[in-house]
């Protein structure tokens, strides 16, 4: 059993996939190719934000989206301590400070409720993260953010495809940032992403940043990175977005069909949907008490499972000193203890599901 098995979906897009790739090797242009305007206009299309800059990485398309609004050091980004190291990463790597705010309990997103009291004098950004495939409460985040002059971006690297009150997620905000790195609901094979927003101002920025600050061929108008999305990438997800409306209607009705295995198990604690907003299912993760003694009968049983995450980022050691806490975030310490991850995909197989989830019974 694959926890998110890749293979079955390239035999299933096997044919889409191949010609892509094909195409790209027979023009060449493997930096910049013509599949890279292709995709951000499918992708524009998708969504419905006005620009979207595809660049190298998840991570890079965080890191550009703060450069563009000329975070400095000093400056501090109100995000979550319960997601990937790149939310907080790229907030350091600009000498700004992470100001993390404790999550909820039961979507595992960040607490709306406790956003305002992390605001001070310093503050530039909020950076709600996507968790697991569902959006946190945007609009109450934007309502936040326009009282006090701040710009949210959302980290939306786990959930390309999900809705919140019928908007697509990564243009529910100034700025919209997604992963395309193999395992995400989008994926690639290697390293990809994107940056969604309808403020032209911000997108030319952004598109200047991706190629090393440049307007024009050697004419440097800002610091840059080397970020660009490699053709052959885009390529890859031009063949994968044929079929992902089905892919993700699949993983809403193996979520749904999780849902209802789960229900009367006492002993796990199920994610929770809001009914205002759909999740992709990044992971699919539940809650248990005494989770290594737990994780053992899926390995007996051949499951693999995963966690996500082990230790809240304001506990990780190179975050020590230079992250700032709002309150306590004694929910994310608890959930970080409790978590782990079912497999999840589009092709996983109901009997699959059963099996697993039989696994928490013996």
């Not at 905000?173 to 911000?202: E, H, M, N, R, V």
Request: charged share 20%; with cysteine; net charge negative.
């Amino acid at each position: 059993m694959q926890f998110i098995d890749l293979q079955a979906q390239y035999q299933a897009l096997k044919t889409s996939i191949n010609a892509r790739i094909q195409k790209v090797l027979d023009h060449g242009q493997y930096i910049m190719g013509p599949e890279v305007l292709e995709l951000e206009g499918k992708l524009v299309e998708y969504t419905g934000a006005k620009q979207c800059i595809t660049v190298a990485s998840g991570t890079e398309a965080l890191l550009i989206a703060l450069m563009a609004l000329d975070i400095k050091p000093g400056d501090e980004i109100i995000t979550t301590p319960f997601t990937f190291v790149a939310t907080a990463e790229v907030i350091a790597l600009l000498g700004a400070t992470p100001v993390f705010v404790d999550i909820e309990a039961d979507t595992c997103n960040i607490d709306v409720k406790k956003i305002e009291a992390a605001i001070s004098p310093r503050t530039r950004v909020i950076m709600p993260v996507s968790l697991y495939g569902q959006a946190a409460d945007m609009n109450e985040i934007n309502a936040i953010a326009a009282r006090h002059g701040l710009t949210v971006i959302e980290d939306a690297a786990q959930s390309f495809g999900a809705e919140y009150q019928g908007k697509k997620s990564c243009n529910l905000s100034t700025i919209g940032c997604t992963s395309f790195f193999p395992s995400k609901p989008l994926g690639c094979y290697g390293d990809g992403g994107a940056i969604f927003t309808s403020d032209d101002q911000l997108a030319k920025a952004m598109r200047e940043i991706r190629v090393h600050g440049q307007e024009k061929r050697y004419v440097h108008t800002r610091i840059g990175v080397g970020g660009r999305m490699d053709t052959l990438q885009c390529a890859v997800v031009l063949a994968k977005m044929e079929h992902f409306e089905w892919e993700v209607e699949q993983r809403l009705l193996r979520g749904e069909h999780y849902l209802g295995l789960l229900e009367g198990l006492s002993s796990v604690q199920q994610p929770v949907i809001r009914p205002d907003r759909t999740c992709v299912w990044g992971q699919f993760t539940v809650q248990v008490e005494n989770r290594e003694s737990v994780l053992d009968r899926f390995t007996v049983k051949g499951v693999p499972t995963a966690v996500h995450y082990p230790v809240p980022l304001h506990l990780q050691p190179a975050y020590q000193g230079i992250c700032r806490t709002s309150g306590t975030l004694k929910t994310a310490e608890l959930v970080s203890s409790r978590v782990f991850s079912l497999p999840m995909h589009p092709y996983l197989e109901h009997a699959e599901q059963q099996m697993i989830i039989g696994c928490f019974a013996d």
